[in-house]
């Protein structure tokens, strides 16, 4: 039997910070059709609210470490803050939403990041997607909004990269789904020229890009967020969509598509 | 047919307060058999932070005005920090839990208190309690974690007392379930005295508290509870038990039944 259809769609920062964006974002999402899962990062607020609470950001290569007082606010951010507030936002659109941290349900597990030349603190690498008690939510057609945070299974929350979380629940639930994973930012798609916004790259297999990495097209920002793509692809998700938040709902449009 | 029994469980600000306290609550609520649900209020912990964000705690009457600003204080507080770590240590547990407010499953609709001498601000009065919502959680053997904050399904966030959520959860539920209320706290049970912590009502029914609450024996501080609580017992819930937080997982000691 053909799997049903599942959308994630993972929305980054600049999308929550800006007000506007958001409530455009969300209302395009309540139009998508059919099962549907929300990712959320935090971005900047984080950080606002821990400069305001006095607690200072420390950044090692561009990452966050996460210390005790990182992760409460952390937590109080992303998994309160952020969360609720679109939970209550899509319960507004007749979103049946249920706002979600790998926690609840034991939805992601974790482990703390071994420590190498720099120990990042309370950030969590994915080890399992419980796709199995994810899907008890789906199936009773809510809809999961997982903000960046995970569990041990012991008691401990961690921080979590969101385009990671995206791309895990993404694989896990294709175990159940035919899933088509939405990375939406502030550009069309992927760039053949950074500097040059309607070069969008329409269609891009993993052997196009293999080359095209090769030859240096793609950008420090933008290279992370592909590979996290193509390792969905390659296990088992069916489709990567990435474009502006537009594009979950109206496919008239500029965006890329990423296939194995 | 017999309905099957659901325990509703509210705990404190003293216990959320002291880390001790808490893990020792959890581990009896871990231990407390059959489908259950933990409400939590925030305590003190919203006020510290509004305090260290330089946002002002108005006080009218002993209740908290809730602003803009301090509705985010507590949904970051309650629906965020305190919220996520109960569910991440009972996790640890091996309860099943998950974090809601009300406006996650649209769980409890609530309307903004109407304004006649104080504007209470963001402060939602319970309208409607989804049960058909909520069992699915809990029929899916999850283990609801309510905060104290409800929303208005138009997008709005409220703030609402946390003994309210729980009677109101155990009325609603009532439909479904044989309901048992416990309500925690740092005494044995309710006292007919109030500076003698021996000397606890061990079962009061609704004519027996109508006597005594003439008679002058309740404080101000336990008298909206226990206003709350025959509230309930007179809208279907079987029993109301008052006591500290080790009542729920073991019975051989003092405590407060209330009956109608």
Do not use: W
Not at 116 to 138: C, M, S, T
Not at 213 to 235: Q, R, S, T
């Amino acid at each position: 039997m053909a799997k049903e259809k599942l959308s994630i769609v993972k929305i980054g920062g600049n999308v929550i910070e800006n007000k506007e964006a958001l409530e455009t974002f969300l209302e395009h999402f309540s139009k998508l059709k059919g099962k549907k899962v929300l990712v959320h990062g935090g971005g900047k607020r984080a950080t606002y609210m821990a400069s305001k609470l006095g607690i200072e950001s420390k950044m090692i290569n561009g990452r966050r470490i996460t210390d005790a007082d990182t992760l409460e606010v952390i937590t109080m951010v992303y998994g309160g803050l952020v969360n609720k507030n679109i939970v209550a936002k899509l319960q507004g659109l007749d979103v049946d939403a249920i706002g979600l941290t790998g926690a609840d349900v034991n939805a992601i597990k974790s482990e703390k990041r071994p420590v190498k030349d720099i120990d990042y603190g309370f950030v969590g690498d994915v080890k399992k997607v419980n796709h199995k008690a994810i899907n008890k939510l789906i199936s009773a057609e809510f809809t999961p909004v997982f903000c960046a945070i995970t569990h041990d299974k012991k008691g401990q929350l961690f921080n979590t990269n969101a385009d990671t979380i995206a791309s895990e629940l993404a694989i896990g639930l294709s175990n159940l789904y035919k899933v088509e994973l939405f990375y939406c930012f502030e550009k069309n798609g992927v760039l053949m020229s950074v500097d040059d916004d309607d070069s969008v790259i329409d269609y891009m297999d993993s052997g196009t890009y293999e080359v095209l990495k090769h030859e240096g097209v793609f950008h420090d920002g933008m290279l992370p967020k592909l590979e996290n793509c193509y390792y969905a692809i390659e296990n088992g998700v069916s489709r990567v969509f990435i474009g502006n938040p537009s594009v979950i709902s109206n496919k008239d449009q500029k965006f890329t598509t990423l296939y194995l």
